[in-house]
């Protein structure tokens, strides 16, 4: 486990997330809510199946 893992948030937008796990070659990133709880996790796959359906 990471010490302190670079995460995500519903709000943020898709391309942002997905700019920021290219740059840091990262494959998962924790989804938080406004109280910092995970309440999922953001994959490369779930990108590209996001892509895919525009």
């Known amino acids: ?3 302190n ?5 519903p709000e ?3 391309s942002a997330a997905a700019k920021l796990m290219h740059e ?3 494959h998962r990133l924790p989804v ?3 109280n910092g709880k995970v ?5 490369r ?5 996001a892509m895919a359906t525009e």
Not at 39 to 43: A, D, E, H, M
Not at 45 to 49: F, H, M, P, S
């Open 39 to 43: 309440i999922g996790i953001l994959t």
């Open 24 to 26: 840091r070659n990262i």
């Open 5 to 9: 893992p670079l995460t995500t948030t």
């Open 1 to 3: 486990m990471t010490k």
């Open 45 to 49: 796959g779930d990108i590209i199946r």
């Open 12 to 14: 943020q937008l898709l």
């Open 32 to 34: 938080l809510d406004e």
